[in-house]
């Protein structure tokens, strides 16, 4: 049977298909809030119902958090694992938000069609576009596509913290041939896109405790240590003036871009000007000496993601707060070790607490370091020809920006290489109010996945 | 009659008094927050109806904000205007009060009973003690002291917006000869004090806008700009590091503190270890070369009273958010103009931001300069004595931290000299969660009334 009649299924069950991901969206699976934790379980238990469907022996996993999903599909050929996540970001401030995160809908923009909602692109909408390519398949072909894995997880949004024990307690079944992760983007529109290099993360919070009780600003300002000023002194000591981290020792084991790397990526496609301008900047304002892709592929990063103390409602209140608090996290490139990382980063905060504060370290935080690709294993050139064919453009092995940790976990734990597609675009607004996914992504992504499997699988 | 007679009913009426001043604080009068817009009026009609029941003729008079309570009783001698505020500040955090704010109740401490609640302190104990005078009195004498004029607001804790369109119609009823504030604290627990300046205040509130939306910190984290990272560098940047505000400009129009006036304070009775150690600090964190009352007393300030932006939730979220915002409060002292230094902060701040960047100024912050009292005026001596004779211990004229604006407006707009004593003390925790007022403050802030009463009414 040839490809092009699973892709003709493909184009036929779009509307179908789009519907199936709809109903997955309108489960608010926030991983992070503790509150949703039912609607995580609810998210597990739809994948498992679809799985099961689509003639996959399918099972919802318990984990001290969130549960895992593992499905199994036995078939000739490698044993390909499939990775995605069902659990999304939370979505404040909601009143950004121009509809209701959890009721998506198909809206029509200047790029096409999108399908707007929380999780339409990270992961929902990606890990679908899997599901549909074995969906046309069975349906044309009678049978799953090889020897398939499928293994969801529900955390990955919150650091994945059930994501190693359950791989070393489950080792066997997960240690496949190859993982393919679909949780990345595209470098540009249109471009196809294979991941060669991921950033790792470091996450850190802490608390700069001051003076013992709330103070009144006028009778103690002045003589009283504010804590949000500490803090912002201690933030503002992070970078030098030219953008680099100023953390004492912040750099080891980070590789310079070569210029093997700078030359592919002249030719990436990828446009600095709309990359900034969709973020409403002018200017690349990372380290200096660096491009925009340099900056965000290949450079380790320190970033505040939240920053809060005393009063924030409404009118003015003359307070000197105890109490400030920080959130953190770093990108790591190359062989940055974020153990080493973390102790820098406390000893740089602590060497600069003034008398009478003291500073408290969020215990729960995990970090993961970068996870580069072995692209020369044949499975890579298979997926740049069947990527090629289908978006018409050749395909790249680009770097990103985000942090995958799975790809990482994949070969230190379970000694399995990873090969990461996705077809989400830079302007999706992931982690944003207003995510989307483009159904052109959705569609060509399932097409994009039946050719890779066409290749690779048995 | 002699005071005494009028002394002993105030120690036989305690325990009634107590029970009317904890109905006062069981209305929660917070005015910076629209939701307790009702309470404020609740508060207002409450006093309304004390001093009708005083004998004094009394009134609600509406505002655009919270009313004013006017009440006039004619008699002869000079016309006193006394003044205080029913309204309270906000009460978050309120998982640090051990009971809730607005259910007071008597407690034992070491330091002897006191009265736990929001308001206690600032201000409803404090205006309490006169009332509480004044029954006293009317209850020995059968009529009024003297020739009284009272003036209660209720935004004082929110910038008083209403405040000087009233004062300015309602001029003829206002101008009195003399006023008398009851809002200020003790320098030290037992020394009577009497204010003879206090600090201005200037509100600035702005946000600093970065990215157009929410970035993915993988995304985004290099190139892009980082509110909350630009703020910390702007709030860095507003202090030397010798604790001097590095605002250009800053200190114009501040008088240096004087030789007789470091002689006085000398012996005012201050414990700077007990003030430090109170707020768990064990050094003066203001500039360098001050003590820690002349840091408090007679040194302008900037401090920052609130940071926000980000992700402040349970977890991790990889954003750069869009937005970071900061309240800040600068305190003034002398000659300060807080028209020209709300010029030169947002100079200071506007001249510091990088491209891509802009910030948005509240604009609807006040300011008031510093007051300076003409302590010649035979009613200070008067209450001196009085003070001295009813606390035992000779009373000091000190400096306040606090911004008391009403003190400059009395004086800018009615022509009216004002005496400013309190019976507050450090550790009342006004503004902050489990604020108190001591019993013994409320008991003798009353007899201190009466006496200063005998003294200088007619």
Request: proline share 6%; glycine share 10%.
């Amino acid at each position: 049977m040839s490809i092009e009649a699973v892709l003709n299924r493909i184009d036929e069950n779009l509307p179908a298909a789009t519907e199936r991901l709809m109903t997955l969206l309108r489960i608010p699976s926030i991983s992070t809030d503790p509150a949703y934790k039912a609607d995580c379980e609810k998210a597990a238990d739809w994948l498992v119902a679809e799985l099961t469907d689509l003639g996959f022996k399918a099972e919802k996993r318990p984990a001290p958090g969130h549960p895992f999903v593992v499905a199994r599909h036995e078939g000739p050929g490698p044993n390909l694992l499939f990775y995605g996540h069902y659990d999304v970001q939370p979505v404040d401030p909601l009143t950004l938000w121009d509809r209701p995160p959890f009721e998506p809908a198909i809206e029509q923009t200047a790029n096409g069609e999108v399908i707007r909602g929380r999780g339409s692109s990270d992961d929902k909408g990606q890990l679908m576009t899997f599901l549909e390519a074995c969906r046309a398949w069975k349906e044309v072909n009678g049978t799953l596509p090889g020897n398939l894995t499928i293994f969801f997880e529900g955390e990955e949004e919150s650091g994945s913290p059930s994501l190693i024990p359950f791989m070393h307690a489950n080792h066997d079944e997960l240690a496949c041939d190859l993982a393919l992760i679909c949780d990345t983007s595209m470098v540009s529109p249109g471009v196809p896109s294979i991941a060669g290099q991921l950033r790792g993360m470091l996450k850190e919070e802490f608390t700069l405790h001051g003076p013992r009780i709330d103070l009144h600003s006028g009778h103690y300002g002045g003589p009283a240590l504010n804590p949000l000023r500490e803090l912002s002194k201690i933030i503002a000591s992070f970078h030098d003036d030219t953008g680099r981290v100023a953390i004492e020792g912040f750099y080891d084991g980070v590789h310079e871009v070569t210029a093997e790397q700078k030359r592919q990526w002249a030719n990436c496609g990828f446009d600095e000007k709309a990359y900034l301008g969709h973020a409403g900047m002018t200017v690349a304002h990372g380290e200096q000496g660096y491009s925009a892709l340099e900056q965000q592929w290949a450079r380790p990063t320190l970033e505040i993601n939240g920053l809060w103390g005393g009063y924030q409602g409404t009118g003015s209140k003359t307070v000197i707060p105890a109490e400030a608090h920080v959130k953190i996290t770093c990108r790591l490139v190359g062989d940055m070790d974020p153990a080493d990382l973390r102790r820098k980063l406390r000893a740089h905060v602590e060497a600069r607490l003034p008398v009478d504060a003291r500073v408290s370290w969020d215990t729960d935080l995990d970090g993961a370091p970068a996870a580069v690709m072995d692209t020369s294993r044949p499975e890579y050139e298979a997926a740049r020809q069947a990527l090629s064919d289908e978006w018409n453009r050749e395909a790249v092995i680009v770097g990103m920006g985000g942090s995958i940790p799975i790809a990482y976990y994949f070969k230190s734990i379970l000694g399995m290489d990873a090969l990461l597609v996705g077809y989400a675009n830079d302007d999706d607004a992931i982690h944003s109010p207003n995510e989307k996914y483009d159904v052109k992504s959705f569609h060509k992504g399932a097409r994009s996945w039946a050719r890779i499997l066409d290749r690779i699988a048995g």
